[in-house]
């Protein structure tokens, strides 16, 4: 698949691996492979959607771009390069430490999954929002005040809920909240982990169109994690659907949600709910059995105990992702 565009991140062969510890005395017993050789660009400006059931993956994408991982598990193991192209060179940041890290958080920032347990409930809208300058800027006790109104006006909150704390908001307020906290230091990239998957469908309308008006302001760059793939194709340029650790098919987004090629993006799309009740649409594919677990993938193809077409040579080798009409898909028997 050919990127045109000025590339800001190119995550190459991306791979996580998070040990698993057994006995009394406790030894490493096996290893979880969250991420199996993970590869995307990101262009300025535009929003890549990465889709999949929970458990494929995503989050750990998100997280390992933005370098947390050790700090939540200083014995995971992250292989593989993000590169983050910055005005003045290209910078690692999988190779980059907890300090050196820290120069570059101002530029890439997340806005959470659950808007109720990621904001500080001990703290002020204001501090929550302001936290991020304290940190990352010089700024004066007055100038870092007026970023804060600034900010919530420009998520369509009030200057006056600065003084008030998270209980005292709505879900979506919340998530707003979170939006203007990761926009506090002016980023480049934003990943956003699931924002709107805790909000009910109105609320999500707005959330979504709120996060499209800043893109298009700002001339900010999203990684848009979800599992719903109607939600991504409403926002996303490109998408990127994931199974247990790897990408089974990327392309437009409007070519994928409109003739999905691998046989897990069409069970995906056969599961999104359609307002029509009289829309007649023949669902053949449907997802069925749990996703196995990533400790003890299945061999060859993961999705292959799932697949209606698969065939026995799919327990031999790993599809690797190959080019077709303008996307890529990890699928021999596509077609």
Same mark, same amino acid.
């Given at each position: ?124 809208? !204001? +501090? ?173 193809? +993961? ?11 799919? +327990? ?6 190959? +080019?077709?009409? !303008? ?9």
């Amino acid at each position: 698949m050919v990127i045109s565009g000025d590339v800001i991140l190119d995550v190459q062969d991306l791979r996580v691996r998070f040990p698993v510890f057994g006995g009394v005395i406790p030894r490493k017993k096996a290893e979880v492979r969250a991420v199996d050789g993970v590869s995307l660009a990101l262009v300025r400006g535009e929003t890549i959607g990465l889709v999949g059931e929970s458990g494929c993956g995503k989050t750990t994408v998100g997280r390992a771009i933005v370098n947390i991982l050790r700090a939540m598990n200083y014995q995971v193991e992250v292989e593989g390069r993000v590169l983050y192209h910055r005005p003045d060179g290209t910078v690692d940041l999988a190779a980059l430490g907890r300090r050196r890290m820290r120069r570059h958080r101002s530029d890439l920032q997340m806005v959470f999954q659950d808007p109720y347990s990621s904001l500080n409930p001990r703290m002020t809208v !204001g +501090a929550i929002v302001e936290e991020p300058l304290k940190i990352h800027t010089t700024q004066s006790k007055q100038e870092r005040r007026a970023r804060v109104e600034w900010l919530l006006d420009t998520v369509r909150l009030s200057p006056e809920h600065a003084t008030r704390y998270p209980h005292e908001f709505s879900g979506g307020q919340r998530q707003r909240i979170g939006i203007a906290r990761a926009l506090a230091t002016n980023p480049k990239i934003v990943i956003a982990d699931e924002p709107v998957s805790a909000l009910d469908v109105s609320i999500q309308a707005q959330v979504i169109n709120l996060m499209q008006d800043l893109q298009e302001e700002f001339g900010l760059s999203y990684l848009f994690i979800s599992h719903d793939l109607s939600v991504v194709r409403h926002i996303a340029n490109r998408i990127f659907v994931m199974y247990l650790g790897r990408i089974v098919e990327a392309g437009p987004a409007d070519e994928i949600y409109a003739r999905p090629a691998h046989p897990y993006s069409r069970m995906l799309l056969s599961a999104v709910p359609r307002p029509d009740p009289d829309l007649r649409r023949v669902r053949a594919a449907r997802l069925r059995d749990d996703v196995p677990t990533p400790l003890n993938k299945p061999s060859g193809c +993961a999705f292959r105990t799932r697949c209606p077409i698969a065939r026995p040579d799919c +327990a031999e080798r790993t599809p690797a992702l190959q +080019a077709r009409s !303008g996307r890529a898909v990890a699928c021999p028997y596509a077609d």
